[in-house]
């Protein structure tokens, strides 16, 4: 298909990787991009990119509405979801995660979209028994008391894309890490920025899968015209572990690192005093028993099968740490307001 032939609608556009998908649309030459924006949503993210698309106000859940953005769409890029670890969010999390995408699976093969590229998560994954194993696209799921609600979402939400294609539709599944990236400071991966800033003595001793946000968004558009069979792709440009990770933060924003292995008994303390402070409060947990549990241990991830996409490569860990370093520090002199990397072009 020739770029003009392509109508494609990105959902979650005003998080960071829809952001960055729109952005990277842009970049390589597709005009006829649509997102949709709930009323309210914060338009940051986008920045000039919003006026460069076709706006739909309305939500995963408004089939209306979604109805008006899908029909005529070529393809559609699913990043739209919600990220919450707090359990009095379960019912927000079917909503969005398991309904909503199953909305856009059904509008898809109703109104003949040619292909949904769906944006899932390891966490999609469950989480491998076997501590220390690499994980690959063949990894079974497992149920486990590690498993937050937003992993069980993520993991029906998935379920619902592998429906549609067994009722014809064509889908490309992304299962991205932990995703690195400039954008909001106080939300993601940029937590452990300001756990650095801050002087934390404490690192998790687990090792996990990381990821550039331009990386995901770049795979994402090269997954429009990929004709290769693969269907499920994991995104991970290395696994590190926590401490090594947060000692390159450190060197970038030239803060003392992180020194001291946060103990299982500490984490657990840390987390019941937290859920503590949420009852009293009313306020976000910062920390759950899933993430302490989670973040103590090794998972490995196995990316020989994106790597094999023709033209495509991982930006290494260490560039991604460094720039969004340098965005990190310039942000500081500025009241901490969202920043923005470059896209890829292909």
Not at 165 to 171: A, F, I, M, R, T
Not at 261 to 286: E, F, H, N, Q
Request: proline share 3%.
């Amino acid at each position: 298909m020739n770029k003009d032939e392509y109508k494609i609608l990105v959902t979650g556009a005003t998080g960071l990787v829809g952001s960055y998908v729109v952005r990277t649309l842009l970049a390589n030459g597709f005009n006829d991009v649509s997102i949709i924006t709930r009323e309210g949503s914060s338009l940051t993210l986008l920045a000039d990119a919003f006026h460069k698309v076709t706006n739909y106000h309305t939500d995963l859940n408004d089939i209306l509405g979604l109805e008006d953005a899908i029909i005529g769409k070529t393809h559609v890029i699913h990043c739209g979801a919600l990220v919450s670890f707090d359990s009095r969010d379960r019912r927000a999390l079917i909503k969005t995660n398991v309904e909503g995408t199953a909305n856009i699976v059904n509008l898809s093969l109703e109104y003949g979209v040619k292909r949904l590229i769906h944006m899932s998560s390891i966490a999609a994954l469950g989480r491998n028994s076997q501590s220390g194993g690499f994980t690959d696209e063949y990894t079974k799921y497992e149920s486990n008391p590690a498993n937050s609600y937003y992993s069980i979402t993520k993991h029906m939400a998935e379920l619902e894309v592998w429906r549609g294609k067994v009722e014809g539709l064509d889908v490309k599944v992304l299962l991205p890490g932990l995703i690195l990236g400039s954008g909001y400071w106080n939300t993601g991966t940029n937590g452990f920025f300001n756990h650095v800033r801050r002087g934390s003595p404490f690192y998790p001793a687990g090792t996990n899968g990381f990821v550039d946000v331009r990386d995901v968004a770049e795979f994402a558009v090269r997954m429009l015209d990929y004709q290769g069979e693969e269907e499920k792709f994991l995104m991970i440009g290395d696994n590190i572990p926590y401490k090594t990770f947060l000692e390159k933060i450190a060197q970038h924003i030239h803060k003392k690192a992180p020194h001291i292995v946060a103990k299982k008994w500490t984490l657990g303390l840390a987390w019941r005093l937290d859920r503590l402070r949420t009852l009293i409060t009313g306020g976000r947990p910062m920390l759950t028993k899933e993430t302490a549990i989670t973040s103590s241990k090794t998972f490995l991830f196995d990316n020989t099968r994106s790597l094999a996409v023709g033209g495509f490569q991982y930006t290494p860990i260490d560039e991604s740490i460094r720039n969004i370093a340098e965005q990190f520090l310039e942000a500081s002199n500025h009241n901490f307001n969202p920043s923005f990397l470059n896209v890829h072009t292909l």
